[in-house]
Structure formats: C-alpha cells, structure tokens
C-alpha cells in the first residue's frame, strides 16, 4: 500500500508540471472548477436526437431538497448540519465543498502549494475513506444506538430524518437512472456529442436496445427546507441556485430528454407562500426553466408559474400546475373563490385564473385528438386543498376523463394512489364520506411531518367505499399518484412508467364532440350569480378545517335549490384513461435506495472507488402482471417464436439480472402439471389463442407460472394497464385483502419507523 502511494504521490507530481494538470488529477480535483457550485464529479453529455415517443417510457422524480450544507458526520439531530465556522473551512465560503482531509490541510487547496493537495489528493485516492474522513474517525466509526447516543449524518444521507438529501445523493440517484435506464453506448460515451456519425449510431443504438425516456416530469422542491432557520437560514438567492443545479444535473444526465419541472412549496420564499405573479419569484424561475418554457407559455408562467407543453408533438401533452394556489396553506390567496362576470384578471383569484386556463387548456387538446398528463406539486386532496380548489379541479378532470391519462404528484414523501369521484357518482348511494379519523403526526421536524394515521385510514375507507364492479359508473371516476422523494424522508425512490405506443389503437372523439366541448366552454357562465349563491350555501365547516382529512369529499348544501349548471362531459370507454390504447399508462416500476448500505458501502470503498459515485437502487415492487415484468426472459428464450412480434419491456433485463442475482433466485419458470419444468417462453406461447401463434398449440394448457417466494411480492398488485377500472379493482382489493394492505402501507412508508 505504501509503495503504490509513493508511486502515486510521485505521478500526481510529475502531473502538476503539466498545463493540463487539472485533467489528471482525480475527479473531485479537478471538479472544483465547475460553474456549477453544487457539482461533484462529471456527467454524461451526448445529446439525444431520439423520435418522440419512441421508447413507451418516462420518468418521474419529485421533491430532491438538495442541501449544499449538508455536512457527513455531522449529528443527525442538528439536521446533519455542523457550526458555520466548520462549514466555512470546509465549503471555503463558495461551494462545491472540499473533501474533509483537504480542507483539514492548511493551504491544501491554494495553487501556490499544489504539491500538498497532490499528496492529499493521493491518498484519498488510494485509502479507504474510513481511514481518512474525519466522519470515520475512531470516536465516530461505531453508530450510537444509545439514550444518550448521537447518530452521524452519512455520505448519502440520513434515512427517517430530518435531513435533506446531501448533493451526493441527488447526483449518483441521477446517474444510477442514466446509467440502467439510458442506452449502455451512451451511459458510457462522453466524447460523441460533436460527431454527427457517432450520434446516429447512438441513436440507432437506443432503437435497438429500447432504453431511454420520452421525458420526464420533475414535480417540484429542488431547494431545502428550512429546518435549521437559526444557523442556516434559507434565502431566495439560495433557493435559485438550489434550483438551477438540480436542473442542470437532470439535463445534463438525460441531454435532450423533453423535461417538465412545477414549483413546489419550498421552491419559494417564504415556504409556502406565493403572491399572484408577474414577481420577481416568476421572472427567475422561468430564467432557471427557460429550456423547459415554450416561448408562447412565458406570459403564463410570469403570472403564475404554470404552463403546458407538448412532450409529443400533437399526441400528448402536459400541463404543469402551480398547486401552491390551490394549497391551504398558501394564506395569501383567496382558495379560488369564484368571481362576478367580466372581472378584471387582477381583480380575481389567482387559483380560479389558472382553473380556468387548465379547463381551456384541456379543451383545446381535446380538440385536436390529444391526450393529457396533469402534474405538480401538492395532490389534490381535501386535506390538501382549499375547499373550492379541490372541488373545481377534481370536477374538471372528471369531465375531462377522455382527454386525461394520468395525474402526478409529489409533496407527501409517501407512495399512494387516490380514486377521484364525482359527486353524482355517489347520488343514488347511501355511501358514507364522515372525514373525522384522528390525525397522528409523525417526523422529526414540522417540515417532515406526515400525517400517518389519518392518510393511511383515509385511503382505506376511501377504498372501502367505492361502489363494486357491476354498480360503478366509470364515466365518474379517475385516479391519481402521489410519488415517494428522493429526499430521504424514508428512503430515496425513482419510479419508472410505460405507456402504450401502439398507434393502431389511437382514440379519437368524434369531430362534433370536439367542437361542441370548445363552444361549451367559450359560453360557460360558471361565474353567474346561481353559482356565486351556491358558494354562498357551503357548510362553514368546509370552508377550513385544520387537520382535515385526505378522504374523498363532496360538497354539502343547505336544503336550498341547487342551482349548478351541468358543464358538458366528456367520457368514453374507449379513450386511454378508460382502456388500454395508445398513449394508455401501462403501469411502473418503482426503485428503491437502501441508504445504509449504500453508506456502508461508500465508507468501506477507496476514494477512487467514491469517485464514481455508484450506489444501487433495487425494485421495490412493479404494477405489471408477472408475465410482462419478467418478459425479457420469455423474449430469450422463445427465440424465433417472438421475432417481428411487439413487446412490452417495462424493465431493462440487465437489472433484472442484478435483482435475481441478489436475492439468489432463478428466473421464473412455467410448469405443466404432470411434467418436468419448461421454460417459460414455451409455455406462455401454448397459453396464446392460435391467431397469435404461427404454431397453433394448444390453448387450453394448464401450464401455471411459478414464482419463487422471494420475488411474488414484486407483482402482488399484477394489472394489465393503470387505467380507470383496473386502478378501481386494485382499491377494492386493497381494502378487502389484510395482508396486501399491510404490504400497502408498509410501502406507502418503506417500512421505516413513523410509518404505520
């Protein structure tokens, strides 16, 4: 070990002589000139030319709250934040921070005495961090479990914390997904950005292998909290910044991927609260996101940081929502309280403007055959959202179902799916909405807190109500995601969707529908006085409640006539949201980072190893049947059987094989009663009707897939697409199966304390 240190020091040396002696050194050396002031370590960079909606796949990442002040090793109670004197010595007063030996060398990072840091820089090189770190050292190696016990802030971070997500954690996160997630041509080409030829066979590369990303929705909180206001209080020009590293490590590790960011309440300063814009908040958000703004959109983010965007041109669009208007706790708006005819724009509430922009929005796609994603921040739950919001927004999607295909959220740190409900749904029942379940706060700072209890019973009962298969009125219902964080308020997760390519089965409203929704809509009057009254005639208890419940709720009348106008609807079973056709949500993966380890890992690991910054995420569990998660092996093996055949991948097999491998399991294998064990592609194409299959077997086999026990719990929701009816069955199952439920909430929190 000695020897190669020597020999180390002495290349390092021989380098600084060198003009180009920032290209030899390792990576955390040379990093430090970045522009970036949050960059660690390089980043892909070949730019993507890939067709719209070529890969049936996107991503969805929320809530990063990267924290530049994040310090390893320090308490995890001080929200893994040290003195600001230490953090001075350490970031040197500008950002990216040093490594902890180089800043505990006096002069180790001035140019004028390069061949100290040279000699550090080696043995960070070839040492293992635990020997070195001041985070490692011998009164901090053992975790402290005791009562008077401190525990220490890891490299990626402090699962169940209060802590933000350390830069590291963000950056890795991110190339784990463009490393396994991305072309392995281009996870490992750096060079090829500027060569035409080699772009083409990237790109050729990526038809062929079918890794990449449509596009990718970011829902919002790209800065930190403020959890630890008396030393590090948040500040706008923080919070900007914060934003635009995020954004520049999602574009350069995803070059060319269609990106869609919204705001999110700690994207804003103070948290929470947002003004009508044109603002100096607006203007320097739609800076940071210009890439991400259509031109023609820039006038509506400036007034209110929402906009939409097509992500493939003329077949499907999203519109991203600025859900701090529609947020209860946003107390500088009005809750979108409804406004007299012809009022002036400024005269009227900033949350009702963009509900009625949204509808517009939603029309005009509809009008031209297109089909439409909603995202944000804050999910629009009754516990969520001021009263009115919740209403008018769940109103729209629902008339709206044949033109919307899937909602996306963040905020909550949990993952859940809600079932929206239209009140006429529930007119003919005597269904039972009491939203009084007690609510139990858990998290370790006001800023982290979840509302355990209440949210898991809420859905619960939610789904405990919905009316059965045969009673339910589809046209009434639609479903929506709230994602888990990378932040590591439990464990950091990324999850993947597909959707349906299949442009054969593209849904299209008939031209008069289509016309007739635009003319309803340019002569709507929902702003009359009858709807004025009606607002008038809420229950006072409605109007805000603290701690409301995240139940399902419809409005409650005095015994006064309503006097609603019914707004057009417009439903299909035939459209994506209804059935599995093009542009159709198939379902997704969702990947999980044991944070431990992979701080266990790093510490064990030498710096050139740290370097890299690879960590591993595993898979949780996917929504896919067993037959379409584990297909990559069917493909295999069916050979020729499957040639010129479509088929739908949801994860690329390489990380199968990493997931099989670790838990120490063979793939999964179909056996026929009565005989030894057949593969799996053999039988799968006896179970296909003889239309589909060239050699006619026979249909009725009873060849029965078997899984191993280790791996069943990775498909216990098995659905065919993430439809209406499909997402409705999965709720009833839910609520009626104790063991799923327990398996339910047990991933609605990764199964770390807090969680119910």
């Known amino acids: 070990?000695?020897?190669?240190?020597?020999?180390?020091?002495?290349?390092?040396?021989?380098?600084?002589?060198?003009?180009?002696?920032?290209?030899?050194?390792?990576?955390?050396?040379?990093?430090?000139?970045?522009?970036?002031?949050?960059?660690?370590?390089?980043?892909?960079?070949?730019?993507?030319?890939?067709?719209p909606g070529q890969y049936g796949k996107f991503l969805h990442i929320t809530d990063l709250h990267p924290d530049a002040h994040y310090f390893e090793g320090a308490k995890i109670s001080h929200s893994c934040h040290v003195s600001r004197k230490k953090d001075k010595k350490r970031h040197g007063g500008k950002f990216p921070p040093k490594s902890s030996l180089s800043s505990a060398l006096p002069?180790?990072?001035?140019?004028?005495?390069?061949?100290?840091?040279?000699?550090?820089?080696?043995?960070?090189?070839?040492?293992?961090?635990?020997?070195?770190?001041?985070?490692?050292?011998?009164?901090?190696?053992?975790?402290?479990?005791?009562?008077?016990?401190?525990?220490?802030a890891g490299h990626f971070g402090a699962p169940g914390s209060a802590c933000d997500s350390p830069p590291a954690l963000v950056s890795a996160s991110l190339q784990w997904v463009a490393d396994n997630w991305l072309s392995q041509s281009r996870s490992t080409s750096r060079s090829t950005q500027d060569i035409p030829g080699q772009q083409h066979q990237l790109l050729?590369?990526?038809?062929?292998?079918?890794?990449?990303?449509?596009?990718?929705?970011?829902?919002?909180?790209?800065?930190?909290?403020?959890?630890?206001?008396?030393?590090?209080?948040r500040t706008l020009p923080e919070i900007y910044e914060s934003n635009r590293w995020a954004m520049d490590q999602i574009e350069s590790?995803?070059?060319?991927?269609?990106?869609?960011?919204?705001?999110?309440?700690?994207?804003?300063?103070?948290?929470?609260?947002?003004?009508?814009?044109?603002?100096?908040?607006?203007?320097?958000?739609?800076?940071?996101?210009?890439?991400?703004?259509?031109?023609?959109?820039?006038?509506?983010?400036?007034?209110?940081?929402?906009?939409?965007?097509?992500?493939?041109?003329?077949?499907?669009?999203?519109?991203?929502?600025?859900?701090?208007?529609?947020?209860?706790?946003?107390?500088?708006?009005?809750?979108?309280?409804?406004?007299?005819?012809?009022?002036?724009?400024?005269?009227r509430d900033v949350g009702t403007v963009m509900l009625d922009w949204m509808e517009v929005q939603l029309s005009l796609f509809r009008s031209r055959s297109m089909q439409v994603h909603i995202m944000g921040h804050v999910p629009p739950t009754a516990g969520n959202y001021f009263p009115l919001c919740y209403e008018r927004y769940t109103d729209i999607v629902l008339r709206y179902q044949d033109t919307v295909v899937g909602q996306h959220f963040g905020h909550m740190n949990v993952d859940a799916f809600f079932v929206q409900e239209d009140e006429e749904a529930v007119s003919s029942f005597n269904v039972t909405t009491d939203a009084s379940a007690?609510?139990?706060?858990?998290?370790?700072?006001?800023?982290?807190?979840?509302?355990?209890?209440?949210?898991?019973?809420?859905?619960?009962a939610d789904y405990a109500t919905l009316p059965g298969r045969n009673r339910a009125n589809l046209d009434y219902y639609h479903a929506y995601f709230a994602a888990p964080s990378i932040v590591p308020t439990f464990l950091p997760t990324i999850r993947v969707f597909t959707y349906n390519t299949t442009k054969d089965a593209k849904y299209t409203p008939s031209q008069a529908q289509a016309d007739l929704s635009y003319r309803a809509l340019i002569n709507d009057t929902d702003t009359d006085e009858d709807d004025d009254e009606e607002d008038e005639n809420l229950v006072e208890d409605d109007i805000r409640t603290k701690g409301r419940s995240h139940r399902r709720r419809h409005r409650k009348h005095k015994k006064k006539k309503h006097h609603k106008k019914k707004l057009p609807r417009y439903a299909s079973p035939d459209s994506p949201a209804r059935t599995n056709t093009y542009l159709s949500m198939l379902g997704y993966s969702q990947w999980v980072l044991d944070l431990d380890r992979a701080n266990e890992e790093w510490a064990n690991a030498t710096a050139a190893e740290n370097r890299k910054g690879k960590i591993e995420f595993a898979?949780?569990?996917?929504?896919?049947?067993?037959?379409?998660?584990?297909?990559?092996?069917?493909?295999?093996?069916?050979?020729?059987?499957?040639?010129?055949?479509?088929?739908?991948?949801?994860?690329p097999k390489h990380l199968l094989d990493r997931q099989l491998s670790r838990i120490g399991v063979e793939p999964p294998r179909y056996f026929q009663q009565g005989s030894s064990p057949r593969p799996l592609a053999k039988s799968l194409s006896r179970l296909r009707p003889a239309s589909d299959n060239a050699a006619g077997p026979d249909v009725h086999s009873s060849a029965k897939l078997r899984l191993p026990k280790a791996i069943k719990h990775m498909t216990d929701y098995s659905m065919e697409s993430l439809t209406v009816e499909p997402m409705m069955e999965l709720a009833r199952r839910l609520a009626s199966d104790k063991k799923l439920w327990k398996r339910f909430t047990g991933r609605m929190y990764q199964g770390l304390p807090g969680g119910k």
């Open 253 to 347: 590790h995803f070059p060319g991927v269609p990106i869609v960011p919204c705001v999110g309440n700690n994207d804003i300063f103070p948290h929470n609260l947002m003004w009508p814009g044109p603002s100096p908040i607006t203007r320097e958000l739609s800076n940071i996101w210009a890439k991400h703004i259509p031109e023609f959109e820039q006038h509506n983010f400036q007034r209110g940081a929402y906009f939409a965007k097509e992500v493939i041109p003329n077949e499907l669009a999203v519109l991203s929502l600025n859900t701090i208007y529609m947020y209860d706790s946003n107390k500088v708006v009005d809750g979108c309280v409804k406004s007299k005819k012809g009022s002036a724009e400024k005269d």
């Open 107 to 152: 002069g180790a990072s001035s140019v004028s005495n390069l061949v100290p840091a040279l000699i550090v820089q080696a043995v960070e090189h070839w040492l293992p961090t635990r020997l070195w770190s001041p985070a490692f050292s011998s009164k901090k190696k053992k975790k402290h479990k005791g009562k008077h016990g401190k525990k220490r």
């Open 1 to 51: 070990m000695r020897g190669a240190l020597l020999t180390a020091v002495t290349v390092l040396v021989a380098a600084s002589a060198s003009p180009s002696v920032g290209s030899s050194l390792p990576a955390s050396a040379s990093s430090s000139s970045s522009s970036s002031p949050f960059r660690e370590g390089s980043t892909r960079a070949v730019s993507s030319s890939a067709r």
């Open 619 to 651: 898979l949780e569990y996917a929504t896919y049947e067993p037959e379409t998660l584990w297909s990559p092996y069917l493909s295999e093996m069916e050979n020729k059987d499957r040639e010129g055949r479509g088929s739908h991948t949801p994860v």
């Open 438 to 460: 007690e609510t139990q706060v858990v998290g370790t700072s006001k800023h982290h807190k979840v509302h355990v209890t209440s949210l898991a019973d809420d859905l619960q």
């Open 204 to 233: 050729l590369q990526d038809e062929e292998d079918g890794l990449g990303f449509d596009f990718i929705l970011v829902t919002g909180d790209l800065a930190r909290h403020d959890v630890d206001a008396s030393h590090y209080p």
